[in-house]
Each structure stands twice: as C-alpha cells, then as structure tokens.
C-alpha cells in the first residue's frame, strides 16, 4: 500500500514540475492545484510509512494541509480557464476559509472538536488513522 503512495507522490510531483515549466505564466492557479495535490500526496505517503503515532498526525497536517486548499484551487483555476474574472476579496474570502478549515481539521492536537481519539494501526503494510470523530468532523 505505502508503495502506491510512494508512486502517487513522485507523479504528482513530476506533474508538479511539468506544469511549473509549461503553465505557470498561463495560470497561476492551475500551478497552486497541482502543489496542493502534490503536498496531500506527499502527507499522505508519510503518513502511511509512519512509525509512531506523533508522525502519523503530523503527516496527516501536511495531508489536510494541502487537501483544504485543493476546491479553493481548483474552481479558481477553472474560473480562470472561463475567463472569469474572481475580485481579489473573494479570493482572500476562499484562502481565509481555508485556513479555518486547516485549524479546525489539525486540531486533534489541543482539542477534540475534530477528533475525540485517534489511534494507528498497521493494515495492508501501511500505517492508517483509526479515528473517532468529534463534533465537527
């Protein structure tokens, strides 16, 4: 399982570079989507090599990290495609929510409103969350 995260995120990565030679100047967002993915993806391999559960959690943040921003992302790119001009107050809007969403989903460290307990386990040769959830999971 850990090896199909492993190739997930090199791609991802390699998608990253492509994209940053030949889109970057075209549209901004389209670069922003693909390093959020490559971040989640990259959170998402740590977590599942993770050998302890401080590690665990702390590669599942840098998973949500970039999985909060992906939709934020992802519409702007799209709306940029359809030449739809996006004013900057709402864009601001968006990363604000976003970071919100960040806070609230890492929270497990310091409170249990998103996770009430969280535990690792082994399956299929990677580490995954067994989670409870909180209230506003």
Do not use: Q
């Not at 075209?26 to 302890?52: D, R």
């Not at 959690?57 to 992802?74: E, H, P, Q, R």
């Not at 969403?101 to 460290?109: E, G, H, L, P, Y």
């Amino acid at each position: 399982m850990s090896v199909l995260y492993g190739v997930t995120c090199v791609a991802s990565i390699v998608l990253l570079a492509i994209c940053s030679v030949s889109y970057r100047k075209e549209n901004k967002w389209l670069m922003w989507l693909f390093l959020s993915v490559a971040v989640t993806n990259i959170g998402y391999f740590a977590l599942s090599v993770s050998p302890n559960l401080v590690l665990a959690m702390t590669s599942n943040t840098v998973a949500y990290l970039g999985s909060v921003y992906i939709s934020v992302f992802m519409f702007l790119t799209i709306a940029s495609m359809c030449k739809l001009k996006i004013p900057n107050k709402v864009v601001a809007l968006l990363l604000c929510i976003g970071v919100i969403v960040f806070v609230i989903a890492t929270s497990a460290w310091y409170s249990d409103i998103y996770y009430v307990d969280v535990a690792i386990e082994r399956v299929n040769n990677a580490t995954v969350l067994v989670k409870t959830y909180g209230v506003l999971h």
